[in-house]
């Protein structure tokens, strides 16, 4: 399968063009595009150009709005409820961090609730805005149901990611991101580009047997014929209870808070079986650090554990030691020079949305 590489400010203006042409904003495409050229450089196919057409299909469909008109519901100092408008995900997610930001800076600490709301790209940027600013930030969303909970089959929850970032004294910060399952959907998606299996472990069918077969994985998840496992796998032994644990956990900040729906009520279908928004909601919060302790002192002691885990004695057969946040910091480096991987099945796509959308930006592809 032939790889090509594209250069990423050509792929983020290629991905802008496309939002603005189905009628998004250009103040809003920008945003919306710099999320997923992010997810792209820091490593994570899932959530990038592969995840393009996705929100094209979806404001083409109806059920997600070019036009974020999201809304303050309730405000207090350092809390804010908004109604995301079942707009772009990515806008009102940026607008609720910028904002809680100033509440930290003012108050010491911010976090907002977001519901009826869309697919918001990687978990991670949002925090990473907190890291610019000094500060921690945490970033929560819930997801159509994909997950079964231990000992069940029907997928009931959805792969409600965790992210957490930290400033260090070092050019890398601390980022954790990742889903409450063991793969996020993204991820399968792009096994089916790659025409590859999915490995033993990761699904079930409806009987709790093994699914591998990706693109009839993909649609049994949507058939309610299969789910995901969360983190730890099947049953308790490896901790699986644990990984169902914190899928909740984010389904209740992510629904709670904001009165919105979880679970089921996120199948993007009404009792007809017609298409309908996914309504998913979002929880984000930020800490300001000098509240606590002087940021360089934060900064010094949270570089001090990383080096301290990075230096501790390797596996036989490995050089070295990773933290959260570090492979992603080195992919950045690599793919700003080399440019974004595209393999073959994702240039006919990219092609047929260049078509379609009358996109101008010439990617070489």
């Known amino acids: ?37 992010t997810s792209d450089l820091r490593g994570i196919d899932s959530h990038g150009i592969g995840r393009f057409k996705m929100y094209i299909d979806r404001i083409k469909a109806g059920i997600q709005l070019p036009v974020t008109n999201w809304k303050i519901i309730k405000e207090t100092p350092t809390t804010l409820l908004i109604d995301g408008g079942n707009g772009m995900g990515h806008v009102v997610s940026h607008h609720a961090m910028e904002r809680i930001i100033e509440k930290a800076k003012k108050y010491g600490m911010g976090s907002a609730a977001i519901t009826n709301s869309t697919h918001f790209g990687i978990d991670g940027y949002y925090p990473l805005m907190a890291v610019k600013e000094n500060m921690v930030g945490f970033a929560f969303t819930n997801a159509r149901p994909s997950i079964a909970p231990t000992f069940g089959v029907e997928p009931m929850i959805g792969t409600n990611p965790i992210s957490m970032a930290a400033p260090t004294d070092e050019e890398c910060p601390f980022c954790i991101d990742g889903a409450t399952s063991i793969s996020q959907r993204g991820k399968i998606e792009q096994l089916e580009r790659e025409e590859k299996e999915t490995p033993e472990g990761w699904a079930i069918d409806e009987n709790g047997k093994p699914y591998t077969d990706t693109s009839r994985l993909l649609v049994d998840l949507v058939k309610r014929k299969a789910a995901l496992l969360p983190l730890g796998g099947a049953g308790e032994r490896l901790g699986g209870h644990k990984g169902y644990g914190l899928a909740v956990m984010v389904e209740i900040l992510s629904a ?21 928004p996914y309504g998913l909601g979002h929880f984000f ?40 946040g570090e ?6 480096k690599e793919r700003s020079t080399k440019g974004i991987p595209i393999n073959e099945n994702l240039q006919k796509i990219l092609r047929g949305l260049k078509e379609e959308l009358k996109i101008k930006e010439d990617i070489g592809i």
């Open 256 to 276: 709670a808070f904001a009165g919105g729906p979880f679970g089921k009520a996120l199948l993007g279908f009404d009792a007809e079986g017609n298409k309908i």
């Open 327 to 332: 492979k992603e910091c080195d992919k950045i």
């Open 285 to 324: 919060m930020v800490i300001n650090i000098e509240n606590f302790i002087p940021v360089d002192i934060f900064k010094k002691t949270t570089g001090e554990i990383v080096r301290t885990l990075r230096n501790s004695k390797k596996a036989p057969g490995h050089d070295r030691i990773y933290v959260a």
């Open 1 to 37: 399968m032939e790889m090509k590489y594209v250069n990423h400010k050509k792929l983020k203006a290629f991905m802008k063009e496309g939002f603005v042409n189905v009628g998004v904003p250009p103040e809003d495409a920008e945003i919306s595009s710099e999320v997923l050229i």
